[in-house]
T-cell receptor
């Protein structure tokens, strides 16, 4: 029973390119959360998705960032026209449902470096 | 001021020592999580608490809802416990997202 799978583990992009980060939740989990960890900073919420729906995107930057969780396939966090300040570790977590009774399982993260 | 504060920021210990990491929060919560992150590694969920105390191996987590405070204890610490320990809370506003502390970096020396 694989955990939350994120790929790639490491991603290097030049300024202005696009970055696509993928997250496959645990089997049976339909809720996905993306978090960002900037260098020397704590984790910050970005977006919460269920299958085909964005539930809360209050943590997403207004421009260049988008997320989806299609009916089939992994959740994708997409960053267009990357800038140096986007360099960070991006973590995905999944849970089986909403509510305090349910814990989270985290992925290993994608470390994005913009050069 | 952060909604979730951890102390200490950095902690060094000798192998075998008893370790305590503290977390205070200023918002109403439905659950508190303790997470572990190894350098360059992923995040592992250690505990989810809404009241009382939980134990798993050498790790113990406690929470005092009235005082808005939680502690993570490690008994008989070992160098492999060296990691960043992160406290995170789920607010009662039903947004279902976690608010994180900045973490405590623990180094245990043999």
């Amino acid at each position: 029973n694989a955990g939350v799978m994120q790929n790639p583990r490491h991603l290097v992009r030049r300024r202005g390119q696009e970055a696509r980060l993928r997250c496959s939740p645990m089997k049976g989990h339909s809720h996905v959360y993306w978090y960002r960890q900037l260098p020397e900073e704590g984790l910050k919420f970005m977006v919460y998705l269920q299958k085909e729906n964005i539930i809360d995107e209050s943590g997403m930057p207004k421009e260049r960032f988008s997320a989806e969780f299609p009916k089939e396939g992994p959740s994708i966090l997409r960053i267009q026209q990357v800038v140096r300040g986007d360099s960070a570790a991006y973590f995905c977590a999944s849970s089986p449902a909403m509510g305090q009774s349910y814990g989270y399982t985290f992925g290993s993260g994608t470390r994005l470096t913009v050069v | 001021k952060n909604e979730v504060e951890q102390s200490p920021q950095n902690l060094t210990a000798q192998e075998g020592e008893f370790i305590t990491i503290n977390c205070s929060y200023s918002v109403g919560i439905s659950a508190l999580h303790w997470l572990q992150q190894h350098p360059g590694g992923g995040i592992v969920s250690l505990f989810m608490l809404s009241s009382g105390k939980k134990k798993h191996g050498r790790l113990i987590a406690t929470i005092n809802i009235q005082e808005k405070h939680s502690s993570l204890h490690i008994t008989a610490s070992h160098p492999r416990d060296s990691a960043v320990y992160i406290c995170a809370v789920r607010k009662v506003d039903n947004t279902d997202k976690l608010i994180f502390g900045t973490g405590t970096r623990l180094q245990v020396f043999p």
